[in-house]
């Protein structure tokens, strides 16, 4: 905030929320992917002990300058072991990134923005920020859930129809079976 303040400019914080990258993450992996993540995740709860001090130091130099090697080795293996993830976690985040930032000057009138990224995005909101992305904020947020709920059906959000279209045929059927067995 105070480094904003120094030079006349707007903080923005500005990343998309957890929910849509995640979301966006998980849409994106192929079920070979997924499964694969899930053992990752796995083995990772299994090996948890000795190794978390190593990890959080191999962590806190690659968040530094000088760890910058060690940043691009992970994003590197990150792209060679599930490359559908590199997209929503990476590349689509600096896109947005930038356009909160843009946007932010565009509605507030300011010719300077501060904006807070983490290492890994800086390189590519700076690469994001000479491009032309207009266009792409309701595409950078938009995911297949999202997109059913604002599809209607009587006035109803399409997957709360569904739902309920379901329920009631559940219902009826279970109705039906108890009808017959208590005639």
């Known amino acids: 905030r105070q480094a904003a303040e120094d030079v006349g400019a707007q903080l923005v914080l500005g990343d998309r929320p957890l929910e849509i990258t995640l979301e966006r993450a998980w849409e994106l992996l192929t079920w070979k992917e997924k499964t694969d993540l899930f053992n990752l995740i796995r083995q990772g709860w299994r090996s948890r002990g000795d190794d978390d001090a190593e990890m959080l130091k191999t962590v806190d130099v690659a968040l530094t300058q000088e760890g910058q090697d060690i940043l691009q080795q992970y ?55 000479s491009e032309d992305h207009s266009g792409k904020f309701k595409l950078l947020t938009r995911t297949r859930r999202r997109a059913a709920m604002k599809e209607k059906i009587f006035g109803i959000s399409k997957p709360l129809a569904q739902r309920l279209a379901f329920d009631a045929a559940v219902a009826a059927a279970g109705y039906a079976w108890w009808r017959t067995q208590n005639n």
């Open 75 to 129: 994003e590197g293996m990150l792209q060679a072991y599930m490359p559908n993830l590199m997209i929503p976690l990476i590349q689509e985040r600096d896109i947005f990134l930038s356009l909160s930032m843009k946007s932010s000057m565009a509605v507030n009138g300011c010719k300077r923005v501060v904006g807070v990224v983490g290492r890994a995005h800086l390189d590519g909101v700076m690469q994001a920020l």
